[in-house]
């Protein structure tokens, strides 16, 4: 089963290796097709490519680009009336030779929408009824018996992402924009809320000074669970840190950890967050180092310690 697993993923990576090194003018054309668009972007396709079209829909509505999916069948009872002059439509298909397809390329066609396609096979009627179409051809599916619409489907899906991506390039789709489409869900929390949201401060934070003994270290930590305790100065800037892993590195170095202090064992000059920065900024600072980080101490420009802000809470933010 594990050995299956490998060989159709590895098919499927292989696919859409050889689709990137087939992208060029076709793609191009492609984008400024939808960048130049007057109208929204319609997508279509059956069975599998139907929800590679849904998908792109999808992606292209979450990147700026007003978009919707028509369904080929549909289209022809009536759902037709969705495209409009100015639009443009993307269509997907495996085979080129699906009838409800060719039909919608060529009502598309005479009503002057733009039409791109997403097609297996290059040499087909659907290929030549579209004003540029993208070849998402591939050598095998990736199952046994070559029958499963596996890396054909990957591939399509794949190709419509970089439709989306880079059209959002084009129209210099920003993080803000995204924050604006995407007000619920883990992501538009990230870029929403900012590091004050969700921090801990006040009496909720460890603090302790530089020389204060470990044993009140451990104490304070133990009472204020937070997985860090902030050390200050005399004048409340952050001196250092003490996480979980700094009192078990100090039992490990230590026979003796009566004697010792916080200064001893803390982390000097640690990594900081400003409040005023976006949960997803933390995130990323925390998550993209060689040593991954599960709690930040945040200060202002000054240096003057605010708080802590734990893996655990840009997860748990409101």
């Known amino acids: 089963m594990i050995d299956a697993a490998r060989k159709l993923l590895a098919c499927e990576a292989r696919s859409i290796e050889r689709a990137s090194a087939r992208l060029g003018a076709e793609f191009e054309r492609a984008v400024h097709l939808l960048a130049d668009a007057s109208g929204k972007i319609v997508t279509a396709g059956m069975g599998k490519s139907g929800a590679a079209a849904r998908k792109l829909a999808a992606t292209l509505c979450a990147t700026g680009s007003p978009a919707a999916y028509l369904h080929p069948a549909e289209a022809e009872h009536g759902d037709f009336g969705l495209l409009e002059p100015g639009d443009v439509l993307i269509l997907i298909s495996k085979s080129g030779t699906t009838p409800e397809l060719l039909r919608l390329a060529a009502r598309a066609r005479d009503l002057g929408v733009s039409r791109i396609g997403i097609c297996g096979r290059l ?72 590091v004050r949201d969700a921090m801990h401060s006040g009496d909720e934070v460890p603090w302790v000074s530089p020389q204060s003994p470990l044993r009140e270290v451990v104490i304070a930590m133990t009472r204020k669970p937070l997985g860090a305790a902030c050390v200050l100065d005399e004048e409340g800037r952050l001196a250092g840190l003490i996480t979980d892993g700094d009192l078990r590195r100090a039992l490990e170095r230590f026979d003796d950890i009566r004697p010792l202090t916080a200064a001893d064992v803390m ?17 990323l600072l925390m998550e993209r180092r060689p040593r991954q980080l599960s709690v930040l101490p945040v200060a202002d420009s000054s240096g003057l310690a605010l708080g802590l802000l734990r893996l655990h809470d840009i997860y748990q933010a409101p």
Request: net charge negative.
């Open 123 to 194: 040499d087909t009627e659907l290929a030549r009824l579209c004003d540029t179409a993208l070849d998402a051809s591939v050598e095998e599916e990736g199952d046994p018996y070559n029958l499963i619409p596996a890396s054909s489907a990957i591939v399509a899906t794949a190709l419509g992402d970089a439709l989306s991506i880079s059209l959002a390039a084009a129209r210099r789709f920003s993080p803000e924009d995204f924050r604006l489409l995407h007000p619920g869900g883990q992501l538009g929390r990230n870029l929403r809320l900012r």
């Open 267 to 283: 982390t000097r000059a640690p990594v900081t967050i400003s409040p005023d920065a976006t949960l997803r900024e933390a995130l």
